[in-house]
């Protein structure tokens, strides 16, 4: 089986800082929570490390561990931090045949600190991920079984379109994940993108900047998901989706995006599970309770593992499972590789974890 990624490719530095080093500030009328750095002073950290990362190649790295014969488009600086990147795909058996460099701009970078419940706040520096452009896109480059579009950054996602076109006429199995920032600036461009995609994966914040869109398409829509009396349901499945003042139900919102074209609509929400819209029911899967390090990565593993089930042939059930089980072990780690797990240890899990990993099922 041959994937390609698209996307970005990054040089994480991650600093941990104990909690009483950093004071958090969480809002009362919002899910929003801050760290604040004092000004002029050092704060002691626990551990500073430097890793590869980037949306890109942390789907590459997920898909080679699963046994796919992977390839990742990306575009690096001609600089150290480009041979760093070059040298840990290779490590990892992900060809860079298809990695480009680019002296107008160094290779991409991300500043990590993270502290208290481990959610880190993230400074990005996108550099060479800007530069992807449409005379990039070879067409022997998308030869592949399935090709996964990261997050495209700044002019990089006018590409998108010309991406996603390639892929299809090879055939592919087609699935993306973009970014707040794609999907608010170039919104209508991707819209008309979705007739040729297979699965689209967006987390909560990214689904609720869908939401004005499908309302101008489809109107606004308050169907939720139904429980049984006494069922507690997930908190997502109750609030549904809220952009600049518009408000889909779930069900209406994942029909909405059915029609626009995506077979597999996937939406995480943290600690609070995942969500698939399949052409049949609306599935849900909790989060395996683990010890979390780090939070960085876990949507990347989910949506590649997701990705590289459906196109191996697994039910949606299962390929549900096998994102939360992936993801899990992802968050054990300060950084978004070292929990990446190969589809042997994942299937052994798939039987360890079945009751705690319940997909629950509501049909259309």
Not at 53 to 73: E, P, S, Y
Not at 137 to 166: G, H, K, Q, T
Not at 180 to 191: E, H, N, P, W
Not at 267 to 272: A, I
Request: hydrophobic share 45%; aromatic share 4%.
């Amino acid at each position: 089986m041959k994937a390609l990624t698209v996307g970005g490719a990054m040089i994480d530095t991650i600093a941990i800082i104990a909690n009483d080093r950093i004071e958090r500030v969480r809002m009362t009328n919002a899910d929003n929570s801050f760290l604040l750095l004092e000004e002029g002073r050092k704060t002691e950290a626990l551990e500073i490390s430097t890793h590869v990362g980037g949306g890109a190649v942390n789907a590459a790295v997920a898909m080679a561990r699963l046994g796919l014969d992977v390839g990742t488009l990306v575009k690096l600086g001609k600089d150290a931090r480009a041979e760093t990147v070059l040298g840990h795909l290779m490590h990892e058996g992900v060809s860079t045949r298809w990695a480009m460099r680019d002296g107008r701009a160094p290779t991409g970078a991300s500043v990590l600190i993270s502290s208290h419940d481990r959610n880190a706040a993230i400074f990005t520096f996108r550099g060479a991920n800007t530069l992807l452009e449409e005379s990039d896109l070879r067409n022997e480059a998308f030869a592949s079984d399935v090709v996964y579009v990261s997050s495209l950054s700044n002019e990089s996602a006018d590409a998108f379109p010309a991406i996603i076109e390639r892929a299809k006429a090879q055939g592919t199995l087609v699935a993306t994940n973009p970014g707040v920032r794609q999907l608010s600036s170039r919104g209508s461009a991707f819209q008309e993108t979705l007739k040729q995609i297979d699965i689209l994966a967006v987390n909560r914040s990214e689904a609720d900047v869908l939401v004005p869109g499908l309302v101008t398409r489809f109107g606004e829509g308050a169907r939720g998901l139904a429980g049984k009396p006494g069922e507690q349901l997930p908190h997502l499945a109750t609030r549904g989706f809220i952009g600049v003042g518009h408000e889909m139900g779930m069900v209406d919102f994942f029909a909405g995006l059915r029609k626009l074209g995506p077979r597999y609509v996937v939406v995480t929400d943290g600690r609070e599970g995942a969500f698939v819209g399949t052409p049949e029911a609306i599935l849900y899967c909790p989060v395996l309770e683990t010890k979390v390090a780090g939070t960085a990565g876990a949507g990347d593993a989910f949506n590649a593992t997701f990705t590289a089930c459906m196109a191996l042939g697994r039910p949606a059930e299962e390929a549900l499972r096998a994102a939360a089980i992936n993801s899990a072990s992802v968050v054990n780690h300060v950084d978004t590789q070292t929990g990446l797990l190969s589809l042997q240890d994942i299937d052994r899990r798939l039987g360890e974890t079945k009751a705690a990993l319940e997909v629950r099922k509501w049909s259309h």
